[in-house]
């Protein structure tokens, strides 16, 4: 392998990562800034931070959000995992393709147009706006996110697994608790956190679905900063940034880890 | 296992009229769209046989398994077991369980909950449940691996957990589809008799699904030799391999060589064929084929001598050594008759140093005994 870095190589390198971090790096900086000016630093402070849990607006907005986010990802991830097996399994049922394609169409639907469909349908049946039309929105929407996941999963799934328990006397529901479930368990799970996280950073669908008082984190940020950028906003922004980052990271490590484990044990056990 | 070997040897339910068959196929067919798996077949399977299905990929045999096992219902027939109509009982309530030919361990579960799971099943007590794991673990020496993944295990291994899983639960009948397929030939032979061994002492019924004939023959009591989902013969190895009922089974089991002829003349069971080249074959026994009829004398290569000299005795015909296989154990010699055909001919290498050194392109003879082939129809 060629060890030496040419100037170019360098050159792009920085460039690509500072184009694609710097101005999250600015935001964090910015976010421990004494001064109230956004663009004036005026010496190191958290005070920010201080406020920004003071701020109750702010901090109800974020209870919403991770409310909507756990009870829209957890539903999505029910119906999504419920598609992904009709689709998978029931390779021969009346209007297949019309299903399938009714299931991963918001994955292309442009999300305004997704927002105001859900919006005239809550209007047309008389739902009043709020949070319980935010989740029923976001299940809408990233329920095609967790079929996809589960569906790649199914799809390698060794169907012969489940006629084994059948043969050892487990009903076909056992069979499915038992079995079916905790094998394809990671991808369910990997979907469930695609959800939360698509869930978490919604704004489009949320200010069409959403009505007053279940204003969500994207929504308030949004809204504030057309008022004028706080620093205050910036501190949220870092959490949430150090939220996802930690999270990412330490799943990351988890998967690598099993990994290395399972290749060890393999390893381990060819050798007799 | 001494005392094993005589009870096989007077074991054979098949031939007794009013011993009672344990699974009946009853002119099963089974289709899948246009394609027919099976085509009106029947079959009858003995209690504590060992039973192979062989046959080519697609013959309709891991179907016939499938159906028994109750993942597939046949489109028509029935199946019935000890004198039940299976037809309608879901797989887990069926009295026979499966070794799957990929074992399907499942990949979450320890060796022990893997073997422990269809007694959970059944609601059998906790300490019952050790007991028999513990049991099937020692049964196939995987003791000190109870605690393992099957992610953890060699190929070998994985299979031992299978079948302890699948024996776990005492079925009445076991179901091996291609039970040793995955595993390496050495593994593979030792495995056989292991196999052998347990059926024995657990009194099962196994039905085995192989497209290996050394392994059916090896370890079956009868062997079903099955074709375009049809059964061509249902028979012992040995009859299989002596006396098979058409050209289709002959050439399927070993190696054979097919002379085809006429009847020229009959004389009891015994009758003298004429080959194409004009060269006489007399055979004891001919069965139904009638004087003038086209038939093909079909015989094994061992049952083949080759010599340089003009043999006494009727069959002999002249050739050339065309290629020679030198195995160690015994040497394959390719003679071509007069006539072009090339006849196999196996000779055990009984001694170091053989007598009469054939090579090639040396005129030889060849040479069979009147019993040593058979006539089949063409």
Redesign the interface.
């Known amino acids: 392998m060629n060890t030496t870095w040419s100037r170019f190589n360098i050159a792009s390198i920085v460039l690509g990562f500072a184009f694609l971090y710097l101005p999250i790096v600015l935001l964090i900086i910015f976010s421990f800034n004494a001064s109230k000016l956004v663009t004036v630093w005026g010496g190191f402070s958290t005070k920010w931070y201080v406020s920004l849990f003071q701020n109750e607006a702010l901090m109800d907005a974020a209870w919403v959000t991770i409310r909507v986010g756990v009870l829209s990802a957890t539903f999505a991830t029910i119906l999504g995992t419920m598609a992904a097996l009709a689709l998978t399994r029931y390779t021969r049922f009346r209007g297949r393709v019309l299903f399938s394609g009714m299931v991963f169409a918001p994955l292309v639907m442009p999300e305004v147009i997704t927002g105001l469909s859900l919006l005239l349908l809550f209007v047309a049946i008389g739902l009043d706006r709020g949070f319980l039309t935010v989740t029923l929105a976001h299940i809408t929407f990233t329920m095609c996110f967790v079929a996809v996941v589960v569906q790649s999963r199914l799809v390698t799934f060794d169907r012969s697994l489940e006629e084994a328990a059948m043969d050892l006397g487990a009903t076909p529901v056992r069979t499915f608790f038992a079995v079916t479930l905790p094998v394809i368990l990671p991808a369910i799970v990997s979907g469930w956190m695609l959800a939360f996280t698509l869930s978490l950073d919604d704004l489009v669908i949320a200010s069409f679905a959403s009505g007053p008082g279940a204003t969500t984190l994207p929504m308030k940020i949004y809204s504030q900063v057309r008022l004028g950028v706080t620093p205050e906003i910036n501190a949220a922004c870092t959490l949430l940034i150090a939220i996802v980052t930690v999270g990412v990271i330490a799943a990351s490590i988890v998967n690598k880890r099993r990994e290395v484990q399972r290749k060890l044990d393999e390893q381990a056990a060819q050798r007799g | 296992m001494k005392s094993l070997g005589s009870i096989r040897r007077s074991f054979a339910p098949w031939a007794d009229p009013s011993a009672k068959p344990y699974i009946v196929f009853e002119n099963i067919t089974k289709r899948f769209g246009d394609f027919t798996a099976v085509n009106n077949l029947s079959l009858s399977i003995f209690e504590r046989e060992f039973f192979a299905l062989l046959g080519a990929s697609g013959c309709g045999k891991s179907t016939l398994l499938r159906m028994l096992?109750?993942?597939e219902e046949p489109t028509s027939g029935r199946i019935l077991l000890d004198g039940q109509d299976l037809r309608g009982i879901?797989?887990?309530?069926r009295p026979?369980?499966?070794m799957?030919?990929?074992y399907?361990l499942?990949?979450?579960m320890t060796v022990e909950q893997n073997v422990a799971?269809?007694l959970k099943?059944?609601g059998m007590p906790k300490q019952e449940i050790d007991a028999r794991v513990a049991d099937m673990l020692k049964l196939v020496k995987l003791t000190q691996f109870a605690k393992r993944?099957p992610?953890?295990?060699?190929g070998g291994?994985r299979q031992r957990v299978a079948l302890a899983?699948?024996v776990a639960?005492r079925p009445k009948v076991l179901l091996l589809d291609e039970p040793l397929g995955a595993l390496d030939k050495k593994l593979r032979e030792e495995t056989q008799f292991e196999l052998m061994d347990l059926q024995q002492s657990l009194g099962l019924t196994f039905v085995v699904v192989t497209h290996d004939q050394e392994e059916a023959m090896t370890m079956a009591d009868r062997i079903a030799i099955l074709d375009k989902g049809e059964v061509m013969q249902v028979a012992t190895p040995a009859e299989i391999y002596e006396a098979p009922v058409s050209q289709f089974v002959a050439n399927f089991v070993g190696n054979v060589n097919m002379f085809e002829g006429k009847v020229k003349a009959r004389n009891g069971e015994a009758a003298t064929i004429v080959g194409g080249s004009g060269a006489e074959i007399n055979v004891v026994n001919a069965g139904e084929a009638a004087a003038g009829k086209d038939v093909v004398f079909a015989i094994r290569p061992e049952k083949i001598k080759v010599s340089s000299k003009k043999p006494a005795g009727t069959n002999a015909m002249q050739g050339e050594i065309w290629d020679i296989a030198y195995l160690g154990d015994m040497t394959i010699f390719h003679v071509k008759l007069s006539d072009g055909q090339i006849v196999k001919a196996a000779t055990m290498n009984s001694s170091r140093i053989a007598e009469d050194p054939l090579s090639w392109s040396d005129q030889a003879w060849i040479s069979f005994e009147p019993n040593a082939g058979v006539v089949l129809s063409r």
């Open positions: 096992a109750g993942f879901p797989p887990y309530k026979v369980n499966m799957f030919q990929s399907a499942f990949p979450h799971f269809g099943q059944d993944k992610h953890q295990l060699s291994q899983r699948s639960k």
